[in-house]
């Protein structure tokens, strides 16, 4: 399967502590995505990477959360002194851009995160 | 601030009938409108999409009819079948911006 991958599939953690999450998206990529979605809801713009640089964060993205993409590859959320709030499914997703069109963007199955 | 308002919530449709799920958006610069179809405990998955361009496009029992004036489309399945159970959600992106997706759809096909 050469889709997108995440690790973990689940996250429980207490509250406080820090937790990180990876993304492993479609090799041939060059953009990757972060979205968080809670129950009943419709997937929410976290933050993006073309190659290695973070070009666009939501105000969604508070300073407890990092992303980081290190050479145009694999990226990692990471989120600090968690709080029950962040509790929800963190999705990654990745797509190829060149002009003049973009390819889709195809989701990974998430990494679903509680916070107790 | 929704940028894609997404209805029904939820819809129920008798198996061999006909699912329509309605999407309008504000932004006239989204440029491609895909469809996502997500199960349980799975990511979204792309159904359909359509460009501005066009009016409409079909997909085997999926259909997209775009409607550019009223900043409206919609998803039509026909035949819905109990496999088509998910929730559905319409989106929008234009150039470089992230998609933004609505609030999503659960239908349930019955038997």
């Known amino acids: 399967d050469t889709g997108v991958s995440q690790d973990p599939r689940h996250k429980i953690t207490k509250r406080g502590q820090n937790v990180t999450f990876r993304c492993d998206p479609i090799s041939e990529h060059n953009r990757l995505y972060w979205y968080r979605q809670t129950l009943g809801q419709g997937p929410e713009f976290l933050t993006y990477f073309q190659n290695e640089a973070q070009l666009e964060k939501s105000r969604l993205l508070s300073d407890r959360f990092s992303a980081e993409r290190p050479k145009g590859s694999f990226s990692t959320l990471e989120i600090q002194r968690t709080e029950q709030g962040d509790s929800a499914m963190y999705l990654c997703?990745?797509?190829?851009?060149?002009?003049?069109?973009?390819?889709?963007?195809?989701f990974g199955n998430g990494t679903r995160l509680t916070v107790t | 601030q929704q940028q894609v308002k997404q209805s029904p919530q939820s819809l129920i449709v008798q198996k061999g009938g006909i699912s329509i799920i309605n999407c309008a958006y504000e932004?006239?610069?989204?440029?491609?409108f895909p469809w996502y179809q997500q199960f349980p405990g799975k990511g979204p998955a792309l159904l359909i999409a359509i460009r501005p361009d066009v009016s409409e496009k079909k997909e085997g029992r999926f259909t997209i009819s775009f409607n550019k004036s009223a900043k409206q489309f919609s998803l039509h399945i026909m035949d819905s079948q109990p496999g088509d159970s998910a929730t559905y959600f319409c989106a929008a992106i234009s150039g470089n911006t992230p998609l933004v997706f609505g609030k999503g759809t659960r239908l349930s096909v019955i038997a």
């Open positions: 997703a990745s797509s190829l851009v060149s002009t003049p069109n973009n390819s889709p963007l195809h």
């Open positions: 932004n006239t610069a989204f440029d491609y």
